[in-house]
């Protein structure tokens, strides 16, 4: 049944808000704040209805025209045919809203820092699916598990769809099949195209198994028909959960990624974590270093430390660092970009950084504490940092809804936040990164 609706705001995830005439609020995917649309139910549970839009009856002025083919189907992104200005005042919105609701505090309308819209991503995964034509390339509907091939994305580095296409067109040289989950059959589940701001391109290819016989025919054509991909591995990944993860080969090039901000150097290996838009990790790093004044500190503890992003590039504020990472990997990236900036006051813990924390708690003390967690936040372990004793926690999230609720449990054990700041991470998206201060009463 179809029905109309006033969009009233946008909310998290990517969807805006409206109301039946009972009042009773809805969710809907698409729309912007003053339309009047015509929307149809494709979800309801008890405590929340999921809508979509079937007709524009009214449209906002800050509306434009979308910037690909895919969009709205595509899920890369959220509000592309909304203006940039619209989407940074309703991040700032969204982040302020969630401490109001989560953490039950007020806090000023934050900055978002802006970036660049387009071809801003250094990494894209592309999903492998199966059509008559053979094996594609893509992401997933908006709201859906349906595959969908990108026409002209505008989120991933200007070389990536060129790239894209012509790998897609090697693989079906050989009349590959992508794994399906349901079926068990097939092999293939991702690319992902990685760029340095150096320049260095890598492709990785995703597999169930951990070797095919086509391989090294695939790398061999890749080698002489793309010289442009300095870089070609292979995944070997046995779960459907994590795409980016598991065992790894080299078939050609260095094997990892070489990025610079400002003097620092970081390697990359491919299946370690890097932030995704360079632009924006350097003005982070930047704010952050403007926080804590880069006069000589004492210790610093780095939670989900990765490859060293905040580490390395904070090495000579501090005299002793301590990095948390769980990941092989990323430890022995980190490692190697310690040495590789003449660093040795990192002392790199290859740990599950809850754990750490729980394990630790009252046994050392750090001046500052940095974390950047995984979108699942902390939860109510990141109460115990207090007893490390640190004059300053400095939390970086891709989620302001868990870093409210954190937020909350920071302040539960008497320390106070001082400041939040937006940074456009994800132009186009609803997603917004976020750095909160906090100073230990």
């Not at 805006?16 to 005439?21: G, H």
């Not at 820092?113 to 509907?141: C, D, Q, W």
């Not at 995944?235 to 994590?242: A, G, L």
């Not at 580490?311 to 990941?327: L, N, Q």
Request: proline content about 5%; hydrophobic content about 40%; charged content about 25%.
């Amino acid at each position: 049944m179809v029905q109309t609706f006033t969009v009233e705001k946008l909310v998290a995830g990517g969807l805006s808000l409206a109301r039946t005439q009972e009042g009773k609020i809805v969710f809907i995917i698409g729309g912007y704040p003053g339309e009047q649309i015509e929307a149809v139910r494709i979800n309801r549970k008890r405590d929340f209805e999921l809508w979509k839009p079937t007709k524009i009856l009214k449209s906002s002025p800050y509306r434009r025209e979308r910037l690909c083919e895919s969009f709205p189907r595509c899920g890369g992104c959220d509000w592309q045919d909304l203006m940039y200005d619209q989407q940074l005042k309703w991040k700032a919105k969204i982040i302020q809203e969630q401490f109001k609701r989560l953490a039950k505090i007020d806090i000023p309308l934050p900055e978002v820092v802006p970036s660049k819209e387009m071809h801003y991503r250094n990494k894209v995964e592309y999903v492998a699916f199966n059509t008559p034509n053979g094996i594609k390339l893509g992401f997933k509907e908006k709201a859906s598990v349906k595959p969908v091939e990108p026409q002209g994305c505008v989120i991933g580095d200007i070389v990536f769809e060129d790239l894209r296409i012509k790998i897609q067109r090697v693989l079906n040289e050989f009349r590959l099949k992508a794994y399906d989950p349901e079926r068990g059959t097939g092999n293939l589940k991702h690319l992902v195209l990685r760029k340095s701001s150096s320049g260095e391109s890598m492709a990785i290819l995703i597999g169930k198994k951990s070797e095919f016989p086509e391989l090294k025919t695939i790398t061999n054509l890749l080698k002489q028909k793309l010289p442009q991909i300095d870089s070609f591995v292979y995944v070997h990944n046995s779960r459907d959960n994590i795409n980016l993860r598991g065992p790894y080969r080299v078939l050609y090039g260095e094997g990892v990624l070489t990025e610079k901000i400002d003097d620092i150097l970081y390697q990359v290996p491919p299946t370690s974590f890097f932030q995704v838009n360079t632009f924006i990790a350097r003005e982070i790093l930047h704010y952050i270093a403007e926080t804590i004044e880069f006069e000589k500190r004492e210790s610093l503890l780095d939670l989900f430390a990765g490859v060293g992003f905040f580490s390395v590039f904070f090495g000579k504020a501090f005299d002793r660092i301590t990095a948390v990472e769980s990941s092989g990997v990323s430890v022995k990236a980190l490692e190697a970009n310690a040495r590789i900036n003449q660093l040795n006051n990192i002392e790199v813990i290859k740990e599950d950084a809850l754990n750490y924390v729980r394990k630790n708690k009252g046994k050392h003390q750090y001046e500052v504490i940095l974390l950047d967690p995984p979108r699942s936040g902390m939860g109510k372990t990141i109460s115990l940092l207090k007893s490390f004793k640190p004059k300053l926690i400095i939390y970086v999230s891709c989620d302001p809804a868990t870093l409210a609720r954190d937020t909350r449990y920071l302040m539960e054990s008497n320390v106070e936040i001082t400041r939040v700041k937006g940074f456009d991470m994800f132009p186009l998206t609803h997603h917004v990164e976020t750095v909160a201060l906090f100073r230990n009463l």
